[in-house]
Every structure is written in structure tokens, then in C-alpha cells.
């Protein structure tokens, strides 16, 4: 099976059109959470992932707007755009994404994986380092566990007790890249698809992965988007700046 894994969206969409436009063939797509908040395309986005995605895990941000939980946890730029999503959405658009259900989520069959948004241990975990790593992958009862929350794209592994990190490194700052991460028998994997709609690894491309369980192969993709639309729209919205600003810097 072919799975496309996509995550931490958060409201753009020329980012995510930009990534599916680049996917190859899948059988299944899979969001990982954070569907909004940020960015100012929350109904588009919304109502696109509803239509693509099979499988959806609630974020924070998605928890957020939809008023599961206190914008006092919120710095004050990501209260601000909460309040303004939660405001923009219709009311069948947040309806749907109030009853996302919380992770960890599980595809029938494939009973080697499963999905959340910050850690299989706390929703709201974030798994940067990985000494972070160690908890979830020791307490997993499944080899592969995808997560997003951190816009760190990324995997960790962990044979017994040693864990280590993978990060994908790309030739170029501009182009479309894809990189083959292949898996092992016998290792316990957290992956982390990075963020379409606001990476934070310094690199501005969206990024997204894909998991083919009959070649074991985790292929790791950046595709660069509509960067200017997206932060023109952000303008627009009276949204903060720095939401904008902060989009080319990919931090
Ligand atoms: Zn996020």
C-alpha cells in the first residue's frame, strides 16, 4: 500500500495544492493535525483535506478553533489567528473539524502503524531530539509511528535502547526534491512528514512524505509554492505579519 502523509497544513493553500499537484500515485492519504491555524485559507483548506484525506488526526491548533481547548495555552499571535479562523469558518466546516478525533488513529490494514499528531504518549507531545524519541518509541506497540506538530521533517529510529535521527538532506533550496529513506525489520520508526503549511526546519518548500509498505521505503519530499500568494492572503486577512514574513524563512 501506498500512503500519502501529509500534516500541520495550517490553513495554506497554495502549499498543499503545490503538494498534491507533486505526489505520485497513493492509495491512501493520511493528515497528521494542525489542519488550521496561521495561515488564511482555513474553509479551502478545510474542505480539501475532508475530500482528500481518508484519515485525519486533530492538532492542537485544530483543538484551538474549534474551542476544545484554552487560547491561554497560545502565545499571542497563534491566540489571534485561532480566534480569526474560528470566526472565518463556516459553520459546517467547523463543525467537521471539531469532531476530528484525537490520535492515536489506526488503518485497519496496516497493523503495523499508527497515527498522531504530537506523540502516541500526549496529543500535544513535542518529539524535537531524540531523547524525546526514546519514550514513544519504547512504550509503541507498533513498528511505525507517524506524527507531525514539530514541522520538523524527519524520522526516529530505535533498535533496543539506542535512538537515532534522521534528517533528510536536499541539494537544492528552490527546486522540487523527493529522498528515499528505506526501513528496516526488527526497528521501530517515529516519521515525521514535515509541515505543508508552515516548516520550521529552515527550509521553506512544503513538505510532505509518502510510505510504500511493499517496497519499505519512507520517500521524503519538499515542493516549492505559491509563496507570495500565500503570504498576500495572509496580509490581506489582517492576520499578523510575522505569519507571512516568517513563511520564506521556513522557521
Ligand atoms: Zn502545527
Not at 10 to 36: F, K, Q, W
Not at 97 to 106: K, T
Not at 133 to 161: D, R
Request: with cysteine.
Amino acid at each position: 500500500m501506498r500512503l500519502l502523509l501529509l500534516s500541520d497544513i495550517h490553513s495554506n493553500l497554495e502549499a498543499l495544492e503545490a503538494c498534491l499537484a507533486a505526489a505520485p500515485e497513493y492509495d491512501l492519504a493520511v493528515n497528521l493535525g494542525d489542519i488550521v491555524g496561521y495561515g488564511a485559507s482555513p474553509n479551502e483548506v478545510t474542505e480539501c483535506v475532508r475530500d482528500v484525506c481518508k484519515l485525519s488526526v486533530r492538532g492542537n491548533h485544530d483543538k484551538a478553533t474549534t474551542g476544545l481547548m484554552d487560547l491561554k495555552d497560545f502565545n499571542p499571535v497563534a491566540g489571534l489567528a485561532a480566534l480569526w479562523t474560528r470566526q472565518q469558518l463556516k459553520p459546517h466546516n467547523l463543525e467537521w473539524l471539531r469532531a476530528v478525533p484525537q490520535g492515536p488513529l489506526f488503518v485497519p490494514e496496516l497493523s503495523q502503524a499508527q497515527f498522531v499528531h504530537g506523540s502516541p504518549v500526549d496529543e500535544d507531545e513535542y518529539v524535537v531530539t531524540p531523547q524525546d524519541a526514546i519514550e514513544p518509541l519504547l512504550v509503541s506497540p507498533m513498528q511505525f509511528t507517524f506524527f507531525g506538530h514539530t514541522h520538523l521533517q524527519g524520522a526516529f529510529s530505535a533498535s533496543e535502547l539506542n535512538p537515532s535521527a534522521f534528517r533528510p538532506e536536499y541539494k537544492t533550496v528552490g527546486n522540487g526534491e523527493m529522498l528515499e529513506f528505506p526501513v528496516r525489520d526488527g526497528q521501530r520508526y517515529l516519521v515525521n512528514p514535515g509541515s505543508i503549511g508552515q516548516p520550521r526546519d529552515g527550509d521553506w518548500r512544503a513538505a510532505f512524505a509518502l510510505w510504500n509498505t511493499d517496497t519499505h521505503v519512507v520517500t521524503f519530499c519538499r515542493v516549492p509554492y505559491d509563496l507570495k500568494g500565500a503570504q498576500e492572503r495572509i496580509m490581506d486577512a489582517k492576520l499578523p505579519p510575522r505569519l507571512a514574513t516568517r513563511l520564506a524563512a521556513g522557521r
